[in-house]
């Protein structure tokens, strides 16, 4: 039975939220449901995620507004020492000359720790392991082509590679269609989140009324499987007896008991066989 889209509006449909009657649905149908519904849920749920860390950083950012305040003061209070070492130098030597001294230290403090921070982010980047990536990819063209498979051609594949990609991005920035949608709103995460919770909850309800009905049906075959194996044997041994009362009482309960015998296994499967089927039908309806 295919899976009905219930009564809902245009909103609630865009929003990624299914409904249907779960009394109507099999079980198939709801697996089903349930196997679309479950990544959305979880996909809603992570943009909400990125939303409240959105939230989190703005609170952050905040801060760090008032942090660089402070930084700010930090640094007068740092011009503020500077002229106080300038006027105690002028003690002994000019105002202009403390102030020269005092401006040429920096520059060479200055000048000293920029050359370092520049040399050693110049040996870092690139973050990619550029060496081990290269030469992996030249191991595995000589693994395939032998000695045919140089340096140079993988230069040229990794130039190919690039361009390749800027073209992909230039093409993707000119072609709306392969744009992404705006993203949901948080109110709107909020909704059809709610929404599909609900309609998730129905569905485990429905399971479990369904599981509860088909395990009640089964018990209810079970035993009565049973009462009809243990009463089949007698039965057949009465009408044998009513059929052939003529015949001796021993030779007439023999043949009962034996007929009975051969009948017994056919019968459980007979039985076993309706119950089985009705259950599948239980099942699947």
């Known amino acids: 039975m295919s899976h009905s889209v219930g009564p809902g509006t245009a909103g609630t449909s865009k929003a990624g939220t299914e409904h249907s009657d ?3 649905a099999s079980i198939l149908d709801v697996v089903k449901v349930f ?3 479950l990544p959305k849920q979880l996909k809603d749920e992570a943009q909400l995620a990125k ?4 939230d989190k950083a703005k609170t952050l950012g905040k801060g760090a507004a008032f942090v660089a305040v402070g930084l700010v003061f930090l640094l007068l209070a740092t011009i503020a020492l500077v002229g106080a070492a300038i006027a105690g130098l002028a003690q002994v030597m000019p105002s202009w000359l403390a102030a020269l001294l005092l401006a040429v230290l920096f520059l060479v403090v200055l000048a000293v720790a920029a050359l370092i921070g520049v040399s050693t982010i ?3 980047l690139p973050l990619v392991p550029r060496k081990a990536v290269f030469g992996t990819k030249y191991d595995l063209g000589v693994v395939k082509e032998g000695s045919a498979y140089t340096e140079a051609r993988v230069q040229r594949e990794e130039q190919l590679a690039r361009e390749r ?3 992909e991005k230039r093409e993707a ?3 709306p269609a392969r ?5 949901p709103t948080e109110e709107q995460l909020r909704h059809r989140l709610k929404l599909r919770r609900e309609h998730l909850k129905t569905l485990r309800d429905d399971v479990q009324g369904r599981a509860e009905t ?3 049906a089964t018990k209810g075959f079970v035993d009565r499987t049973g009462r009809t194996v243990r009463t089949t044997p007698k039965d057949v041994r009465s009408a044998l007896g009513a059929a052939r009362g003529t015949r001796p009482a021993g030779a007439s309960g023999g043949q009962g008991a034996g007929l009975g015998e051969r009948w017994q296994p056919l019968t459980v499967l007979a039985v076993a066989g309706s119950a089985f089927v009705v259950f599948l039908r239980k099942l699947f309806r």
């Open 22 to 24: 779960p009394g109507e």
């Open 165 to 167: 990609k800027e073209q």
């Open 35 to 37: 196997a679309r519904l």
């Open 122 to 124: 110049k040996k870092a």
């Open 51 to 54: 939303l409240e860390l959105t």
């Open 173 to 175: 920035a000119q072609d």
């Open 214 to 216: 088909i395990q009640a």
């Open 179 to 183: 744009q992404k949608p705006p993203a």
